[in-house]
């Protein structure tokens, strides 16, 4: 079935790192995808990975994946109170070819100055 | 270009109106999607257009929910009979037919509660 886990709450320190783990279960998914959710904005693309890919690095992020386990996980190196939102992650599941993202609950992630 | 835009941003109605949202995608956007996301939950898929034709509805979307998208531009969201478990956040997206890697553009979003 579709179902893609995340935890619920993170909670760091100003200029530590995060790291937000995800669960899925589509091994069809070309892309998996790690949005940003701010108090009364929009969801905002943060960064994606190709499947065939196992690590991604794009300025303060990192994004690990582990194709077998079907694992992904983002990285935020120097966590700033900028940072304070929900992050969802979502794979894209090939079948039906329609590209609908399936989405985790998403991550809160408090950053403590 | 300005983005997704959705109207209105809130509605509020009384159990068994109906109400109706529109969804404006990026221009040259085939592909449309609308998704639902209550309090605490991620976004949950309910339909999925390519330019005018719906090709994909959720489970989720009872008889009481209708999608159109007549010119293969803005796309409209109706419910009728609205319950108070209707109340959400309805969320449109739209993303090119042969976008790298496919990603959707969201908009703001149209709260709905229903009381």
């Known amino acids: 079935g579709e179902d893609v886990e995340q935890s619920l709450f993170l909670s760091v320190r100003e200029g530590d790192s995060s790291v937000i783990n995800c669960t899925y279960t589509?091994?069809?998914?070309?892309?998996l995808y790690w949005y940003k959710q701010e108090p009364g904005a929009g969801l905002q693309l943060l960064t994606y990975?190709?499947?065939n890919m196992d690590m991604k690095q794009d300025q303060r992020l990192t994004v690990l994946l582990n194709k077998k386990d079907k694992h992904l996980s983002l990285r935020i190196a120097d966590t700033q109170t900028g940072d304070s939102a929900i992050y969802f992650c979502?794979?894209?599941?090939?079948?039906?070819?329609?590209?609908?993202?399936?989405w985790g609950l998403g991550t809160s992630l408090a950053v403590n100055p | 270009d300005t983005g997704v835009s959705q109207d209105p941003r809130h509605k509020i109605t009384k159990r068994g109106q109906n109400v109706t949202f529109r969804c404006d995608p990026i221009?040259?956007?085939?592909?449309l999607y609308w998704y639902r996301q209550t309090l605490g939950q991620g976004p949950e898929f309910l339909t999925y257009?390519?330019?005018?034709?719906?090709?994909?509805k959720s489970r989720l979307l009872s008889d009481r929910f209708s999608a159109e998208r007549p010119k293969g531009s803005f796309s409209t969201l109706e419910i009728q009979r609205t319950e108070q478990g209707d109340s959400a956040m309805y969320l449109c997206?739209?993303?090119?037919?042969?976008?790298?890697?496919?990603?959707?553009?969201f908009g703001p979003g149209t709260r709905l509660t229903v009381l």
């Open positions: 997206a739209s993303t090119p037919l042969a976008g790298a890697y496919n990603e959707q553009f």
């Open positions: 221009s040259e956007h085939n592909r």
């Open positions: 257009f390519q330019n005018e034709a719906q090709l994909e």
């Open positions: 589509d091994s069809s998914s070309t892309y």
């Open positions: 990975i190709f499947s």
């Open positions: 979502a794979e894209s599941p090939n079948a039906g070819n329609n590209r609908k993202l399936i």
